[in-house]
């Protein structure tokens, strides 16, 4: 009977809601009834097994449904994602134990990754399976964490000392060697004011304010969505602001433009060459920790230093001051010796 079909006109089947205990069989069927066409509506198979709602559907699920997440934590995320289907495909919730854990800390190693990568794969685990408990998907006494040790890995770093920064400072290209000019720039300009590259290849006019005289940088941060301001006039004997003079030009908003992270990081390997310092592999990031172990070695308050690099937690600053003293340790050394 008519009454049993539903026209091309209308929707055909509903989408499957996720642990949903039926399961759909066949695609919709087109007929033809006193020449007009009908689409039959899919039979669900009571008898069909229960489709198994999965961890990695469910960290799926929340990447998918998570529209704010930082593009770099996206991919770090979707990377650890891919990682755990490599290791064991669909991995029910049940499958979640100390066990599971090793074999994937020892999957990540055999596949020749580096102890910041699987630390970084961890870390991220961790957060959706908490997620998962939060949500009920697993009971708090399930968590494999608990008895499992992350693993570990130390952070190495890397920043300029006052001697070295001097070095990049007198720098002089010609104006042919823009790409290396450009680069330098942006590195000079993270070492004086601690923004991520992101930050500075996002940074444009409208994020300029001069407030009673002076310049200030005012921004929300992309990677944690922190609100911070930067009194550029105030840093460095203005060499920021001197930077950005050579930038703010009437054609575009952005200030910086037209390289990329891994571009720059190249660029980066040239000009430490020019400069003199070999000894240190730098990337752009090591600019955001010389403005940190900079202003601190200058007597500026760690609580400063925090708000400036816009960290929510203290002890994340706290790492800078234990740098500065394995570096005075190390001096005092060196005079003793001598």
Known sequence: MKENYTTTEEKESPQLQ????SKWHDRPMEVVLNNERYVLSPTIDTHAPIPQYTFTDFVSDELEDNMFLAPSTRVIEETTLKGLKEFQGAIPFENL???FLVGFERFLFQKGLLPSTVHKYFRHLSKYINL???KGYISLVENPF???KLPSYVSKCEYLTPEELTAFENIRLNPQQYRLQVSLDMFLF???TGLRFSDIRALTKDKLRVMNGYLWLDLIMIKTSEQIRIPVSFLFGKKPVRILRCYTSADSNLIFEGLSNTLVNRSLKELAIIAGVKKKRLSFHASRHTFATSLLGRGVSITT???????????TTQIYTKVIDTTIIKELREAELQ
């Open 146 to 148: 608990r008895k499992f």
């Open 132 to 134: 998962a408990i939060d």
């Open 97 to 99: 134990n100390h066990d």
């Open 190 to 192: 993270a070492c004086y």
């Open 305 to 315: 230093v925090q708000k400036l690099l816009g960290h929510k937690d203290l002890k």
């Open 18 to 21: 996720k642990k949903q205990i």
